[in-house]
């Protein structure tokens, strides 16, 4: 039987709404041998507070909602964890909503965590390069609650934000290449998101900076999931190249696929660069050179600045760009001019 404060109030010979004020830390006229003593009547009778009732009296659901992409892909499930850690550490339940790479859902996901009264939401946009961009903004714009944009931030829209520096881990992972002596570099990327788009200019940068002309049909537009790294692999296997820059792991495992496929081997006859640094511990046989970006740090770095907007410390918008890392292995074979 679930205990309520009815039966914590007449085991201390109090009112129930004089147990509802002391559990809820409430000002109130009571002693504070009473109140220790309703504290201590609740905690022998496993007495735990119906958020929803709690809720009514206090206006707080201590629940955050977050929107991320794609839950199947590790870094997204990976990070999702993470902002889940630091939720419930500070004593937040975390609604996860899920919108398949799809702003439009975005919009329904949205109302769905205003209408169940969350106090702060995460948010990821399914993309940013799609016609519900303006439509999300213009959301975002007159939302009732506080949020936040992480990882793919729209750039030209001011909220606070964190997200890690795409063009610059692009730029690490393709100079990694071109200082093992590669120049016919192919790469991946998943220009409908414009940290995809952002990759790209990295590995452009590079390129320029080794004075190697751009060749288009090096360049092969995927979507972050592994079948479209799969044909992308495919397509450029046609091109006399030796190595290939993904821009993230999912599409990467695609990749893998497609030169296995063809009895080729990595790095021997493919070198390979990813982005994510997610699924290393779980391919064999290929120590795979990624870029990290730390979701344990975009976690914590999310949660603060929520959590100064839900607590309502006021200032400017604040953004945070973070910084990822190369995480070396031996995914790419040095080559000698
Ligand atoms: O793997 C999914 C990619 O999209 C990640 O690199 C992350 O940045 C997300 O935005």
């Known amino acids: 039987m679930k ?51 709690r809720s009514l009296v206090t206006k707080q659901t201590k629940t955050l909602g977050l929107i991320i992409p794609d839950i199947e892909n590790i870094f997204f499930s990976s990070l999702a964890k993470h902002i889940e850690i630091e939720c419930r550490k500070h004593g937040y339940a975390l609604i996860i909503l899920h919108s398949d790479n799809n702003d439009q859902h975005d919009l329904e996901l949205l109302d769905l965590l205003v209408s169940r009264s969350v106090e702060g939401i995460f948010l990821i946009p399914g993309s940013e390069a799609s016609k519900y961009k303006e439509a999300l903004i213009n959301k975002l714009k007159q939302i009732p609650i506080p949020y936040i944009m992480l990882d793919r931030v729209y750039p030209e829209f001011s909220c ?42 990295g590995y452009i940068r590079a390129l320029k900076e080794y004075h190697i002309p751009i060749k288009q049909n090096y360049i092969v537009k995927g979507d972050y999931k592994k079948e479209s790294g799969y044909f992308a692999g495919k397509k450029l296997m046609q091109e006399d190249l030796t190595a290939i820059f993904v821009t993230n792991d999912m599409m990467a495992l695609g990749v893998i696929n497609s030169i296995y496929e063809q009895n080729k081997q990595i790095p021997n006859d493919y070198s ?49 760009c973070l910084q990822p890392e190369l995480i070396v292995r031996n995914s790419v074979k040095a080559l000698n001019h």
């Not at 000002?27 to 507070?49: F, G, H, M, V, W």
């Not at 964190?162 to 790469?187: P, Q, S």
């Open 3 to 53: 205990v309520t404060i009815k039966d914590i109030a007449k085991k201390a010979g109090v009112s129930p709404s004089a147990v509802s004020l002391v559990l809820n830390n409430r000002p109130c006229r009571i002693s504070q041998q009473k109140k220790d003593e309703i504290k201590q009547i609740a905690k022998e009778l496993n007495y735990t507070a119906n958020q929803i009732a």
């Open 160 to 201: 606070d934000k964190a997200w890690f520096d795409n063009e610059y881990g692009a730029y690490l992972a393709v100079k990694h290449m071109l200082e093992k002596g590669h120049r016919k570099i192919g790469c991946i990327v998943s220009t409908n998101f414009y940290n995809g788009q952002l990759r790209l200019n």
């Open 272 to 320: 390979i660069v990813s982005y994510d640094n997610t699924i290393y511990p779980y391919i064999f046989g290929i120590e795979l050179t990624s870029v990290k970006q730390d979701v344990k740090k975009l976690s914590s770095s999310a949660f603060e600045l929520l959590y100064k907007k839900i607590t309502g410390s006021v200032g400017t918008e604040k953004e945070i």
